[in-house]
Nanobody, 129 residues
Framework: QVQLVESGGGLVQAGGSLRLSCAASGRTFSSYAMGWFRQAPGKEREFVAAISGSGTRTYYADSVKGRFTISRDDAKNTLYLQMNGLKPEDTAVYYC??????????????????????WGQGTQVTVSS
């Protein structure tokens, strides 16, 4: 069983920055592909960013590319999302997710929420204009 706990959310003005953290339990964290998703009120959960188990491959939604950076520190069992240049449309609850199963074929599976096995409770990010 893996437990994920997000932190770092809050209220920030447009153009500002936040860094989200996701602390994970479990000894095999370094083997898990990890992702960040978000859900705005009245909208479906959407992919934000993902990182491979090795940390060598990262993927981003077009809407955040160039502004957000995903990273991981396996020694600390922690996943990060550095968010710069925040926009009001980034307002959402942000969730981290872990895939305990072996990697899928290719890279498209990183973008699908159903490919992940464990989820955190979410952290609210609000960007004011």
């Amino acid at each position: 069983q893996v437990q994920l706990v997000e932190s770092g959310g809050g209220l920030v003005q447009a153009g500002g920055s936040l860094r989200l953290s996701c602390a994970a339990s479990g000894r095999t964290f370094s083997s898990y592909a990890m992702g960040w998703f978000r859900q705005a009120p009245g909208k479906e959960r959407e992919f934000v960013a993902a990182i491979s188990g090795s940390g060598t491959r990262t993927y981003y939604a077009d809407s955040v590319k160039g502004r957000f950076t995903i990273s991981r520190d396996d020694a600390k069992n922690t996943l990060y999302l550095q968010m710069n240049g925040l926009k009001p449309e980034d307002t959402a609850v942000y969730y981290c997710a872990a895939r305990a199963r072996p990697p899928g074929y290719g890279s498209s599976w990183y973008f699908a929420s159903y490919e992940y096995d464990y989820w955190g409770q979410g952290t609210q990010v609000t960007v004011s204009s």
